[in-house]
């Protein structure tokens, strides 16, 4: 009964042992669950086909562009100054007295600067016969060119006027004394000093002995002015004869 007993116990000690070992047998021998792999998925692209968006037709509308009006101001040309060709001084061919210089003009510059002249009220215009006046006198006149290297305040010139004896025409008379005198100019300035007498003009009036002094500082004398004094022995002749003057 004894022995009984023990196998028994020895039969469930090894049944426990069986149990016991085939535990961790099982749980080696146990299939490994397989794991979720991400897969990538593999999309084909897809053809985008561009399609117009109905856009709404816009109302034309006329816009009126504004024209600039431009004013046109006429503005009359003005004239400009034409400066003066430097002088060479000392001028050739004049007569030096001092710093002064004197010349007599020929008769193409004369003519030159008569024609330059516009002043119409000037003395010199009765110094010819004026076709449209033909009865109104002409006197005999003559000109000098003066000019100086410093400032000339003023300018005297004077001449003594002959001309033919009336009763003899191969003699020469004195007809009497001429001074003019004229405001001046600056420095190396050249003038032109017109003489003009009340002698009619005719044939055989020369303009001789002519002086020019250049005056510097105030005068007594009246500026511009011209006068005439007549020599008491001259006779005028009864009918003179224009004819233009000899200077």
Sequence with gaps: MVETVNLRR???????????????????????????????????????????????????????????????????????????????????????????FARVPTGTELVGILSAMKDSSSPINSCSIDPKKPNTPAFSCAA???????????????????????????NRVTIGDITVLQPGAAGKTIQTIFLVSPIPLQTGVMFRGIQATCGIGPTTDIVPSSTFVADPSYTPPASPTPSPTNS
């Design 144 to 170: 000098i060119l003066v000019g100086a290297t410093e400032k000339c305040t003023w300018w005297k010139v004077s001449s003594i006027i002959t001309g033919i004896d009336p009763s003899n025409a191969a």
């Design 10 to 100: 020895v039969a469930i000690a090894l049944i426990a042992i069986q149990c016991l070992a085939a535990s961790p047998s099982f749980a080696a021998s146990a299939k490994p669950t397989p794991k979720a792999s991400a897969t990538k998925k593999v999309t084909t692209p897809k053809k985008v086909i561009a399609t117009k968006k109905a856009v709404a037709p816009k109302k034309s509308t006329t816009v009126k562009k504004k024209v600039p009006v431009r004013k046109y101001v006429y503005h009359a040309p003005t004239k400009q100054a034409v400066p003066s060709p430097s002088v060479k001084w000392p001028p050739s061919g004049f007569k030096a007295v001092g710093s002064a």
